[in-house]
Protein backbone atom coordinates (compact mmCIF):
# COMPACT_ATOMS: atom_id res chain seq x y z
CA UNK A 1 0.00 0.00 0.00
CA UNK A 2 1.84 3.33 -0.73
CA UNK A 3 2.14 6.12 1.87
CA UNK A 4 -0.77 8.69 2.18
CA UNK A 5 1.87 11.12 0.57
CA UNK A 6 1.88 9.06 -2.42
CA UNK A 7 1.46 11.43 -5.62
CA UNK A 8 1.48 14.48 -3.53
CA UNK A 9 3.25 17.72 -4.07
CA UNK A 10 4.89 19.28 -1.10
CA UNK A 11 6.71 22.10 -1.20
CA UNK A 12 9.48 23.07 1.08
CA UNK A 13 10.77 26.47 1.81
CA UNK A 14 14.60 26.76 2.81
CA UNK A 15 14.75 23.50 2.32
CA UNK A 16 18.59 23.51 0.94
CA UNK A 17 20.17 22.63 3.85
CA UNK A 18 19.25 22.38 7.94
CA UNK A 19 15.56 21.52 9.29
CA UNK A 20 13.90 22.12 6.04
CA UNK A 21 15.97 19.49 4.40
CA UNK A 22 15.24 16.66 6.56
CA UNK A 23 11.84 17.92 6.10
CA UNK A 24 12.09 17.30 2.41
CA UNK A 25 13.52 14.33 2.41
CA UNK A 26 11.52 12.51 4.71
CA UNK A 27 8.34 13.87 2.67
CA UNK A 28 10.38 12.19 -0.52
CA UNK A 29 10.68 9.03 2.08
CA UNK A 30 6.96 9.14 1.91
CA UNK A 31 6.86 9.22 -2.10
CA UNK A 32 5.66 12.76 -2.22
CA UNK A 33 7.35 15.12 -4.86
CA UNK A 34 8.66 17.64 -3.06
CA UNK A 35 10.09 21.01 -4.52
CA UNK A 36 12.64 22.82 -2.46
CA UNK A 37 12.22 26.97 -2.87
CA UNK A 38 15.40 28.49 -1.53
CA UNK A 39 17.95 31.23 -2.41
CA UNK A 40 20.29 29.87 -5.01
CA UNK A 41 23.70 31.15 -6.15
CA UNK A 42 27.12 30.63 -6.60
CA UNK A 43 27.49 31.19 -2.66
CA UNK A 44 24.80 28.75 -2.00
CA UNK A 45 24.69 26.57 -4.85
CA UNK A 46 21.29 23.88 -5.01
CA UNK A 47 22.52 20.97 -3.02
CA UNK A 48 21.38 17.63 -5.06
CA UNK A 49 20.72 14.49 -2.09
CA UNK A 50 17.93 12.81 -3.72
CA UNK A 51 16.45 12.51 -7.35
CA UNK A 52 13.36 13.22 -6.07
CA UNK A 53 14.06 16.43 -4.76
CA UNK A 54 13.71 19.36 -7.51
CA UNK A 55 15.45 22.55 -6.01
CA UNK A 56 13.85 26.20 -7.56
CA UNK A 57 15.50 29.45 -6.65
CA UNK A 58 13.16 31.20 -4.20
CA UNK A 59 13.71 34.34 -2.42
CA UNK A 60 10.38 34.12 0.34
CA UNK A 61 10.81 37.91 1.12
CA UNK A 62 10.03 39.43 -2.47
CA UNK A 63 5.99 39.12 -3.93
CA UNK A 64 7.69 38.59 -7.68
CA UNK A 65 9.85 35.90 -6.79
CA UNK A 66 7.16 34.20 -4.72
CA UNK A 67 4.97 34.55 -7.30
CA UNK A 68 7.25 33.35 -9.92
CA UNK A 69 8.18 30.32 -7.95
CA UNK A 70 4.56 29.21 -7.26
CA UNK A 71 3.29 29.92 -11.30
CA UNK A 72 6.92 27.71 -11.74
CA UNK A 73 5.58 24.62 -9.63
CA UNK A 74 2.13 24.66 -11.23
CA UNK A 75 3.12 24.64 -14.71
CA UNK A 76 6.04 21.51 -13.83
CA UNK A 77 4.09 19.64 -11.90
CA UNK A 78 0.55 20.65 -11.62
CA UNK A 79 -0.37 21.09 -7.84
CA UNK A 80 0.47 21.96 -4.70
CA UNK A 81 -0.99 19.94 -1.63
CA UNK A 82 1.46 20.61 1.09
CA UNK A 83 3.74 24.03 2.05
CA UNK A 84 6.14 23.93 4.61
CA UNK A 85 6.99 27.33 5.53
CA UNK A 86 10.16 26.62 6.79
CA UNK A 87 12.97 29.40 5.56
CA UNK A 88 13.79 31.27 8.51
CA UNK A 89 17.06 33.51 10.02
CA UNK A 90 18.13 34.44 13.29
CA UNK A 91 19.81 37.41 14.56
CA UNK A 92 21.80 36.95 17.80
CA UNK A 93 22.23 40.05 19.79
CA UNK A 94 21.54 41.93 22.71
CA UNK A 95 18.74 44.56 21.72
CA UNK A 96 20.80 47.56 21.92
CA UNK A 97 23.41 46.17 19.26
CA UNK A 98 20.27 45.51 16.96
CA UNK A 99 19.67 47.53 14.01
CA UNK A 100 16.68 48.52 12.48
CA UNK A 101 18.41 46.71 9.15
CA UNK A 102 18.62 43.96 11.12
CA UNK A 103 14.70 43.97 12.25
CA UNK A 104 13.41 44.61 9.18
CA UNK A 105 15.30 41.28 7.55
CA UNK A 106 13.72 39.16 10.48
CA UNK A 107 10.35 40.11 10.17
CA UNK A 108 10.67 39.80 5.86
CA UNK A 109 12.01 36.69 5.89
CA UNK A 110 10.93 34.82 9.05
CA UNK A 111 7.33 36.47 9.03
CA UNK A 112 6.58 38.08 5.07
CA UNK A 113 7.95 34.91 3.47
CA UNK A 114 5.20 32.59 4.90
CA UNK A 115 2.36 35.05 4.49
CA UNK A 116 3.77 35.43 0.91
CA UNK A 117 3.61 31.94 0.52
CA UNK A 118 0.30 31.27 2.11
CA UNK A 119 -1.68 33.86 -0.11
CA UNK A 120 -0.25 32.52 -3.00
CA UNK A 121 -0.51 29.10 -2.74
CA UNK A 122 -4.00 28.48 -0.48
CA UNK A 123 -5.77 29.76 -3.56
CA UNK A 124 -4.58 26.29 -5.38
CA UNK A 125 -4.99 24.79 -2.86
CA UNK A 126 -8.91 26.01 -2.77
CA UNK A 127 -9.11 25.04 -6.71
CA UNK A 128 -8.43 21.63 -5.77
CA UNK A 129 -10.65 21.46 -2.86
CA UNK A 130 -7.62 20.36 -0.30
CA UNK A 131 -4.03 20.82 1.22
CA UNK A 132 -1.67 21.63 4.19
CA UNK A 133 0.45 24.53 5.08
CA UNK A 134 2.37 24.00 8.02
CA UNK A 135 4.41 27.25 9.51
CA UNK A 136 7.49 26.55 11.35
CA UNK A 137 7.17 28.70 14.65
CA UNK A 138 9.42 27.97 17.51
CA UNK A 139 9.66 27.25 21.40
CA UNK A 140 11.27 31.00 21.04
CA UNK A 141 7.95 32.62 19.94
CA UNK A 142 6.44 32.06 23.83
CA UNK A 143 9.58 31.98 25.94
CA UNK A 144 11.97 34.49 26.23
CA UNK A 145 15.88 34.88 25.17
CA UNK A 146 17.55 37.80 25.80
CA UNK A 147 19.61 37.99 22.45
CA UNK A 148 16.58 37.22 19.96
CA UNK A 149 14.18 40.04 20.79
CA UNK A 150 13.44 40.74 17.15
CA UNK A 151 13.32 36.88 16.12
CA UNK A 152 11.21 35.95 19.23
CA UNK A 153 8.46 38.50 18.01
CA UNK A 154 9.09 36.93 14.33
CA UNK A 155 8.11 33.86 15.94
CA UNK A 156 5.57 34.57 17.55
CA UNK A 157 3.88 36.24 14.92
CA UNK A 158 4.16 33.27 12.68
CA UNK A 159 2.09 31.58 15.58
CA UNK A 160 -0.76 34.31 15.14
CA UNK A 161 -0.29 34.39 11.52
CA UNK A 162 -0.99 30.39 11.74
CA UNK A 163 -3.45 30.55 14.16
CA UNK A 164 -5.22 33.17 10.96
CA UNK A 165 -5.04 30.76 8.36
CA UNK A 166 -6.45 27.89 10.52
CA UNK A 167 -9.75 29.29 11.76
CA UNK A 168 -10.82 32.02 9.02
CA UNK A 169 -8.30 33.12 5.60
CA UNK A 170 -8.31 29.62 4.04
N1 LIG B 1 17.77 25.48 14.39
C1 LIG B 1 16.97 25.54 15.47
O1 LIG B 1 17.36 25.22 16.61
C2 LIG B 1 15.54 25.98 15.31
C3 LIG B 1 14.67 25.93 16.42
C4 LIG B 1 13.33 26.32 16.26
C5 LIG B 1 12.88 26.75 15.03
N2 LIG B 1 13.77 26.82 13.98
C6 LIG B 1 13.23 27.28 12.70
O2 LIG B 1 13.40 26.24 11.75
C7 LIG B 1 13.59 26.81 10.45
C8 LIG B 1 14.87 26.26 9.81
O3 LIG B 1 15.96 26.53 10.67
P1 LIG B 1 17.44 25.94 10.38
O4 LIG B 1 18.15 25.95 11.67
O5 LIG B 1 17.34 24.68 9.59
O6 LIG B 1 18.04 27.13 9.46
P2 LIG B 1 19.27 27.12 8.42
O7 LIG B 1 19.92 28.46 8.53
O8 LIG B 1 20.12 25.89 8.57
O9 LIG B 1 18.52 27.01 7.01
C9 LIG B 1 17.63 28.02 6.60
C10 LIG B 1 17.39 27.87 5.12
O10 LIG B 1 16.52 28.96 4.75
C11 LIG B 1 17.03 29.54 3.55
N3 LIG B 1 16.61 30.96 3.43
C12 LIG B 1 17.04 32.01 4.17
N4 LIG B 1 16.49 33.15 3.71
C13 LIG B 1 15.67 32.79 2.68
C14 LIG B 1 14.85 33.52 1.78
N5 LIG B 1 14.75 34.86 1.85
N6 LIG B 1 14.17 32.85 0.83
C15 LIG B 1 14.27 31.49 0.73
N7 LIG B 1 15.05 30.74 1.54
C16 LIG B 1 15.76 31.40 2.50
C17 LIG B 1 18.55 29.41 3.68
O11 LIG B 1 19.20 29.57 2.42
C18 LIG B 1 18.67 28.01 4.27
O12 LIG B 1 18.70 27.01 3.27
C19 LIG B 1 13.61 28.33 10.65
O13 LIG B 1 12.32 28.87 10.41
C20 LIG B 1 13.98 28.46 12.13
O14 LIG B 1 13.55 29.69 12.68
C21 LIG B 1 15.05 26.42 14.09
Known amino acids: MGSRLSGKVAVVTGGNRGIGRAIAERLAEEEAVVVI ?98 NIGSVEGFMVNPWHTAYAATKAGVHGLTLGLAVGSI
Request: no cysteine; aromatic share 6%; proline share 5%.
Open 37 to 134: GDLIDERSPPVSSLKSLAILPLDVTKETSVRAFVDEVLQKFGRIDVLVNNAGIVVHKSIDEQTVDDWDRLMAVNLRGPFLMAKYVAPEMRRIGSGAIV
